[in-house]
């Protein structure tokens, strides 16, 4: 195989593994297959086409052209001329495709379904990149370059995907980039004819293994960055999702009777939408309920819990049936009566999931909505939202009673096995503070009224927007233990608390009912955001709780008449909370008459509240080993420039000043009185003049004059002062350098030459002076003779080899040589 179609398959593998950081974005992944197969036939093109040979642009362009014949083939058959000839209906029609993978993108959460707009995103931005990646590095001969691409391939992954097996993608793009670059470097080398090591060869050796020291030298410079670059992250901090996470918002498949529903927070899309001052309004309501003060307008339920967030599970969604089946556990003995709502939606407000109050039992709405049985929610369908809709719903107000609650039986097995679990990350003062709160509960509703009473009334919580409470695992507990937060931190800590006691729990997200108006409806405002418990009773169903004090309303099952105890007065305002209006409470159920008519919001949270948690102060060991990192982290380019340091430095410092101090006759007066010191001064002389020529070459290397190892000492400064331009005391310099080193070459018996050191220094100032900006900073930062250490270090790694199997050798022969003796 030829070293131009080996650098064209690792093109193409590079893409491939760069590529594979996309497969955790759709599922399934047969996208896949079909680049693959793509890739490989433009690869194979273009292949051909530089074999004929056509010029670079007709190479690119045939590539171009076959690839677009391709994706006609399979995305826009029916528009092409032919089935394969592209006209402006297949434009069209992908330029349609790709407005619909955009909205699918936007709409959809990790991993979002194969939709044919997705899949011609996924396919085309792989072939893209492919031919991006086999122009730069296979016909222009450039693979330094062509990573760029596979960089902006792996970071549209990596900026959307979840960050689950994040390093294993990483490491693939990553290798694939380097057999890319290893592959161009044996190629370049191939066409040089004979190949030195750079170091000298053993007697007997054979001649390729110097020729292939330097692939060897890539390849363990690639495994060591490779392993730089995973492993210093791991000791840096990273941030995570904090109470609420950071998941996007998205719905399931759009159409026919299944599809999905994936994971998402819809607080995120609220604060994104809703990030305004003013409490501006969200929606308005009207409904023929007497009562309104338990009438939440729920969006969706957050029932699967990590231990840092509380996120909707991935579901199962269908059509909106015409009516919605009874509510799971809702038994006929419990009393319930019908209400009909009707909602108007605010025209900025776009929120993919429905407003409406639960249970809902049938909902008469327009436009593309699908329907989440579990959780008995609408969520909009390709690119369906809230904004403008008018809906009327039709909902129940369940009223059980405290002796229904108290006496209902066992949940089911497996609605209990999956809303009952709790990570292992999850602290022990969780479980263990639950257990002494409900210490003399007798059933699961005692036990979730002590719970809900413990966080309103006896357990000394503060209500206050404006707390840190931190984020991560350890959240919760730091909750307990400050006792100072808002909805979300009063609705996840007591659903987490119930679910260790084996009572099933997930967090409702909604708003509260809002303020009443003049003309007979409710407002709904962005300060009404509100979060609280759901927990699940056989016969009754999925139940309300209210632990957030001085919010909403506290339902009438879970009131209490043990004295001392007082229900929460939603006309008193939290003591805590801000009076400024970026972060103010809600007026709807927390302000007093008064405060209403002066406009001054009390009492709720914004979404965006929850966003400015901080972690936990890491401890002082841990900055430690952190700071050690960083600066480890910092010094590693620096090494280059540490390493030419300490070199010039040896070679131009105590040989030089010895063989600068000597007069030129001194040696052999030295010579006659004392025994053996004519040969040390030789020796002196020869490693000083060595040593300053080595610098020389090295010097002129940094700056860009490669070494010739072919040219007398001479020769080579003759070149030195004619490519560096050099002025004429310092071509003197490097000429004395030259005359110094012959002298102690041919010479029966060198001597010191005195100013060896300073004549390099001349040169190296007179080299600055010619050279350019960027050249000088090369010349520091990144000289090019420091690659000497990797050529010894790979001189070392050859020789113990060569020892270890020597000494192998002679051990497994030693053996049955005594044998036969």
């Not at 999702?241 to 399931?252: I, K, M, P």
């Not at 004392?674 to 020529?693: C, F, K, Q, V, Y």
């Amino acid at each position: 195989m030829s070293g131009r179609a080996r650098l064209a398959l690792c093109a193409m593998a590079a893409t491939l593994m760069a590529s594979c950081a996309l497969l955790p974005l759709v599922d399934p992944a047969t996208w896949f297959l079909q680049a693959a197969f793509l890739l490989a036939i433009q690869t194979g093109v273009g292949a051909a086409a530089r074999r004929v040979p056509l010029a670079r642009p007709l190479t690119i362009a045939v590539q171009a052209l076959v690839t677009l014949a391709l994706l006609t083939l399979s995305f826009a058959r029916e528009q092409a001329v032919a089935g394969l000839v592209p006209g402006p209906d297949v434009f069209r029609h992908f330029g349609d495709l790709l407005q619909a993978g955009t909205d699918d993108v936007g709409r959809y959460s990790i991993p979002a379904p194969l939709s044919d707009g997705i899949r011609l995103m996924m396919v085309g931005g792989v072939v893209v990149i492919g031919l991006a990646v086999d122009a730069l590095a296979v016909t222009f001969r450039s693979a330094a370059p062509a990573g760029l691409p596979l960089l902006a391939l792996y970071s549209v992954a990596a900026g959307l995907a979840d960050g689950a097996a994040g390093w294993v993608w990483f490491l693939l793009a990553a290798t694939g980039y380097l057999v890319l670059l290893l592959a161009e470097g044996r190629d370049r080398l191939s066409q040089w004819g004979r190949v030195f090591g750079g170091g000298p060869r053993a007697p007997g050796a054979d001649p390729s293994e110097n020729a292939l020291a330097p692939v060897r030298t890539g390849r363990r410079i690639g495994a060591v960055a490779l392993g730089i670059s995973l492993v210093v992250p791991l000791a840096l901090p990273a941030l995570d999702g904090g109470l609420l996470g950071t998941a996007g918002t998205g719905v399931g498949t759009g159409s026919g009777g299944g599809g999905t529903i994936s994971a998402v927070n819809p607080l995120v899309s609220l604060r994104d939408s809703l990030n305004v001052d003013e409490d501006r309004e969200v929606m308005s309501y009207r409904t023929n309920s007497e009562e309104t003060q338990d009438l939440y307008l729920r969006i969706v339920s957050l029932d699967e819990f990590d231990g840092t967030a509380w996120k909707p599970a991935k579901r199962h969604v269908e059509d909106v049936p015409g009516s919605f089946p009874t509510p799971p556990g809702l038994g006929d003995d419990v009393r319930r009566t019908e209400i009909q709502t009707r909602i108007s939606a605010a025209d900025w407000y776009a929120q993919d999931w429905l407003p409406m109050p639960y249970p809902a039992g049938q909902v008469g709405i327009g436009g593309k909505w699908r329907f989440e049985p579990v959780g008995r929610t609408l969520v909009g369908d390709h690119g369906q939202t809230t904004r403008g809709q008018e809906y009327t719903v039709k909902s129940l107000i369940v009223q059980p009673t405290a002796d229904q609650l108290a006496n209902a039986p066992e949940a089911p097995e497996v609605l209990k096995r999956e809303f009952t679990r709790v990570p292992g990350s999850l602290p022990p003062v969780v479980a263990r503070t639950a257990r002494d709160v409900t210490a003399d509960a007798d059933n699961d509703y005692e036990r979730a009224v002590a719970l809900q009473d413990w966080f309103a009334l006896e357990g000394g919580f503060t209500y206050d927007t404006e707390v840190q409470v931190g984020s991560g695992s350890q959240a919760i507990a730091r909750f307990l233990r400050d006792k100072q937060g808002f909805c979300v931190h009063f609705s996840f800590a007591m659903a987490s608390m119930a679910r260790t006691l084996g009572i099933p729990a997930r967090v409702a997200v909604g708003f509260t009912p809002g303020s009443p108006q003049a003309d007979g409806t409710n407002s709904v405002g962005l300060r009404d955001a509100h979060a609280w418990p759901e927990l699940y009773f056989e016969g009754v169903g999925w139940t309300r709780f209210e632990p957030t004090p001085n919010r909403g309303t506290v339902p009438e099952y879970t009131r209490t008449d043990t004295p001392g105890t007082t229900v929460p007065d939603p006309d008193v305002p939290s003591r805590s909370s801000s009076t400024e209006p970026s972060a103010a409470p809600s007026s709807s159920d927390s302000c007093t008459a008064a405060e209403k008519k002066l406009e001054q919001p009390c009492g709720s949270e914004s979404p965006q509240a929850a966003f400015g948690a901080t972690d936990d102060d890491p401890p002082w060991f841990l900055i430690l080993v952190l700071t050690l990192a960083g600066l480890a982290v910092l010094a590693v380019p620096l090494l280059p420039l540490l390493w030419r340091m300490r070199t010039r430095s040896i070679r131009l410092g105590s040989h030089a000043r010895a063989g600068a101090g000597t007069a030129p006759g001194a040696w052999q007066e030295a010579g006659d009185s004392r025994p053996g010191s004519h040969s040390r001064i030789e020796a002196d002389a020869t490693a000083a003049t060595l040593g300053a020529w080595q610098e020389v070459g090295d010097t002129a290397w940094d700056f860009g004059i490669a070494p010739d190892e072919s040219q007398t000492p001479r020769k080579a400064a003759a070149r030195i002062v004619r490519i560096g331009h050099l002025d004429p005391e310092a071509a003197a310099s490097v000429h004395r350098v030259a005359d110094a080193v012959e002298q102690v070459l041919y010479s029966p018996h060198p001597r010191p030459t005195p100013g060896l050191g300073d004549d390099v220094r001349r040169m190296n100032a007179g080299l600055r002076a010619t050279a350019g900006r960027g050249t000088r900073l090369r010349a520091l930062l990144a000289p090019r003779s420091a690659v000497r250490v990797v050529w010894a270090a790979s001189d070392r790694w050859i020789a113990l080899k060569s020892r270890v199997a020597a000494r192998w050798a002679a051990l497994v022969r030693r053996p049955s040589g005594q044998g036969s003796g």
